[in-house]
């Protein structure tokens, strides 16, 4: 009974079969995706050790799914509550809460009816074998083989059944492929046929290709949009015809598109703009009252800069029409978060043998309130609650600049900085307060660079934080300058921080705490440098380029280039102000290459991966990093075999201590390791140079339940060998934090393990357990572990998001 359960055929009907088993075969040149997606019935999922587990949910939903049951359910509520809002109604209550409850709980009675209850809705039916449904399926792969120049391709289907199950087979003969034997363009409008030949080297379609129906399909749509950037605004596709015509061998094909005329003159027309009139009060009749560079400008009762706009702006008077940048014109306008709207038309009739350019838009609300309450979880702790508030004002000085504050304040459980293993509640508020300006804002004349650029934005800010925890209470006074832009295809997206400035203050440390920042101090760790006051001032940039990663139908992806400068404001002004004031002060590069790519294998399944380099130089007096500025490795995000921030330096681990914090010795006088022991990650560890790679295989097991397998390898090392002073109470890590080149690579930590995700569209939940395979605490040679034979060898991961 086990098996049948696993595979659901204990929920077939007597005459009903399971589809168990289904491929393609004889596939040579065809797309063999391609062909799998023209299939409409496909077996069930089956999870490793599990089986058909969408089916079994599925199957149980349908087992307990009465639609009359339901419809009854309903019609008993409506009447009850119509009567309900009746007796109000004839004591002249409202009935707008009552209203809206029929409105919602009917809502879900008609999902219910549609979609079925949870479970169905969140399993997958069973594969029940359906002749039509393969027949069906056939056609339409042998239609798809036709429109790929496969016109005597050929689909027989074997079938075997055992059973209850069906194994069956598409098998392919594919037969000859026809090719473009001839190509032409035909047109009798000297105008566009000599911009399509200027062109023709981007054409899709081209003379000894293969033959493909959506080749034509898309070739049609590049020259409707070729022609319509270049003027000619009342062209569209439908004027473009093919005729494919068989070469005397009938295998090869002749095909000739053709450009028809617009049916009231000989030429299709290019267009130029005259002007522009931008109406910012709504769709109303327009009342011209300012005017800048020849665009015309309605503000109504809502005055904004017109220099500002203009600036932001991709067509101008006397332009050729082109449909591109009226599109990029309006993601422009809706990009500056001030409009509800932006339409944007052209009209030939409000001023005789003239091209006049509407521009309508309406203003958002000048305040903007949000609020967000929420509880903050931390594993293994106690939730605690958190309020953020923001407020936001447009157009505050009339330039269309944004100003917002921002406050939030919260407690929760979090994990002491010296032990992973202990929890403490934290305090923290704090506020921001930001003004953005929709262009670049520069000493000079920036007019043109903001028309060239594309969502050009300048942003200061200033904010404040506090954090109360037994350890300590901190609080840091922060203020930033710089820049954003990115490309028209929203691709490549570029950060420039001009200056970013930090005045960190500790007005209160615990004297164990104190005690363990000190003995760190002594073997090379700085974070007590972190509860020094501090001045940490930078210059940073970073680059993204972002081809829709993440996509489920092509291979996608994704790359972050980082650099920072820190102390740069030093450099130009000298220190002697911050020496003055016994301020600690840093001098840093820093730099680091994330890049991930996501290689879809059908349309639930893909493969993922991850390589993250990054490193970081001090050269200050105190060569020193600011602790925030370190690298980490080790958790959700990282290596998820180790705990957050725990992995690393390299091969070095920590000494085992008595319950007085003293180290414990063996029989030689040799001080003993503890690699595997609750106290031996409890210690954050920073490192200078970081190295990460990540495998994952994700796929559905059903609904929004998704399953990944994982491979995380990397580390963290320090650009310097740390010591303990010969005359050290405590020697808490050993050495072997160092980075070296002719070693490194036996220093990679390697996890792996398993993780269910909850994918609700809005936010995916994840829970990952990674297992130690190798640790690079150990010993040369005893580095590479069994499965489950070690304390701490596995560790559970609860995040929010895909981890890359």
């Known amino acids: 009974m086990l098996g049948s359960s696993c595979t659901g055929v204990k929920y077939l009907q007597n005459e009903e079969k399971l589809l168990y088993k289904q491929s393609i075969e004889g596939v040579e040149k065809a797309e063999k995706d391609e062909l799998a997606s023209r299939i409409t019935l496909n077996p069930n999922i089956r999870v490793p050790f599990l089986g058909a587990v969408g089916a079994m949910v599925y199957e149980t939903g349908k087992n307990n799914y009465d639609s009359a049951e339901i419809l009854s359910d309903k019609e008993a509520f409506i009447e009850k509550v119509n009567a309900e809002i009746e007796k109000k109604e004839s004591k002249g209550k409202s009935t707008k809460n009552l209203s809206s409850r029929r409105e919602r709980k009917i809502n879900r009675f008609d999902k219910k009816l549609r979609q079925g209850n949870l479970r169905m809705r969140t399993g997958t039916p069973l594969a029940r074998y359906d002749s039509m449904a393969i027949a069906t399926s056939a056609r339409r792969m042998t239609n798809y083989l036709k429109s790929r120049g496969f016109r005597q391709a050929e689909i027989k289907i074997s079938t075997e059944v055992k059973k209850k199950k069906v194994s069956q087979k598409f098998i392919i003969k594919e037969g000859a492929q026809s090719y473009i034997d001839s190509l032409a363009v035909l047109t009798g409008d000297p105008v566009l046929r000599q911009l399509i030949q200027a062109h023709q080297e981007e054409a899709l379609v081209q003379k000894g290709d293969t033959y493909n129906e959506d080749l034509l399909i898309q070739e049609r749509d590049r020259l409707e949009l070729l022609l319509k950037n270049n003027g000619f605004y009342a062209f569209n596709k439908q004027f473009i015809e093919y005729q494919i015509e068989f070469a005397p061998d ?334 600690e002060f840093y001098k840093f590069l820093k730099f680091q290459v994330d890049f991930r790519r996501n290689i879809p294998v059908s349309d639930n399944r893909s493969m993922v991966f991850r390589a993250n380099f990054g490193y970081a130089l001090p050269y200050g007096d105190n060569d020193a990093l600011p602790y925030e500025k370190f690298f980490f490795a080790g958790g959700s995000n990282s290596n998820r075999a ?82 303990a002073p010969e005359d050290a109470e405590i020697v808490r890590v050993s050495e072997g934090g160092k980075f070296e080149i002719d070693s490194f690579y036996k220093e990679i930590a390697i996890g792996a393990g398993f993780g269910l995700r909850f994918d609700f569209d809005f936010l995916v939940f994840r829970l990952d357990i990674g297992h130690k395979i190798k640790d690079p605490r150990f010993p040369e040679g005893k580095r590479w572990l069994m499965p489950f034979t070690r304390r701490g060898q596995t560790v559970w991961n609860i995040g929010v998001g895909y981890p890359f």
């Open 642 to 723: 180790w705990n957050p921030r725990r992995l690393g330096p390299g091969s070095s681990f920590p000494y085992l201590l008595d319950e007085n914090g003293q180290n414990v010795v063996d029989d030689n006088g040799e001080l003993v390791p503890n690699r595997t022991g609750r106290q031996s990650f409890r210690f954050e560890q920073p490192g200078e140079i970081l190295l990460e790679f990540n495998l994952e295989w994700r796929d559905n097991i059903t609904g929004f339940l998704d399953y990944a397998f994982f491979l995380d390898a990397g580390n963290v090392w320090r650009i310097k060998e740390f010591t």
């Open 250 to 583: 009938q295998e090869d094909l002749w095909v000739k598109m053709i450009v028809n005329k617009p049916a009231e003159r000989n030429v299709h027309k290019s267009y130029e703009i005259d002007s522009i009139i931008i109406n910012t009060n709504g769709n109303t009749d327009v009342q011209l009252n300012q005017g800048f560079e020849g665009v015309s400008y309605n503000f109504g009762n809502t005055l904004y800069s017109s220099k500002v706009i203009d600036s932001r702006l991709k067509i101008s008077p006397h332009d050729v029409y082109s449909v591109d940048d009226v599109i990029n014109t309006q993601k422009q306008l809706l990009n500056m978060d001030m409009f509800r709207f932006v339409n944007i038309n052209f009209d030939t009739t409000l001023v005789e043998d003239q091209f006049v350019a509407n521009i309508y838009t309406s203003p958002l609300q000048k305040f903007q309130l949000t609020q967000e309450v929420g509880l903050n979880v931390t594993q293994g702790g106690v939730p605690g609650p958190f309020y953020n508030v923001s407020l936001k004002n447009r157009n505050t000085f009339q330039g269309s600049e944004i100003m917002e504050l921002n406050g939030f304040v919260g407690i929760e459980d979090v994990a002491a900085a010296t032990d992973q293993n202990s929890l403490f509640r934290s305090l923290q508020y704090g506020a921001n307060l930001s003004l953005t300006f929709p262009r670049f804002m520069l000493p000079f004349n920036a007019r043109p660079l903001n028309r060239k650029a594309f969502n050009a934005k300048s942003r200061l800010s200033m904010g404040f934080s506090f954090t109360n925890r037994p350890e300590y209470i901190r609080s840091i006074l922060n203020g930033s300058f710089g820049y954003t832009w990115q490309n028209t295809a929203g691709t490549r997206n570029f950060k420039f921080n001009l200056s970013e400035i930090n005045l960190i203050d500790t007005d209160r440390i615990s004297d164990i705490f104190a005690e363990q920042l000190d003995n760190l101090a002594q073997q090379g760790n700085t974070l007590a440098l972190a509860f020094l006051p501090s001045f940490v001032s930078s210059t940073s940039f970073t680059a993204t380029f972002n081809n829709n990663y993440g996509a489920k139908t092509f291979s996608t992806n994704y790359l972050s280039v980082f650099g920072e400068s820190g102390g740069f404001i030093q450099n130009i002004v000298g220190t002697g102000l911050l020496r003055n004031n016994e301020l």
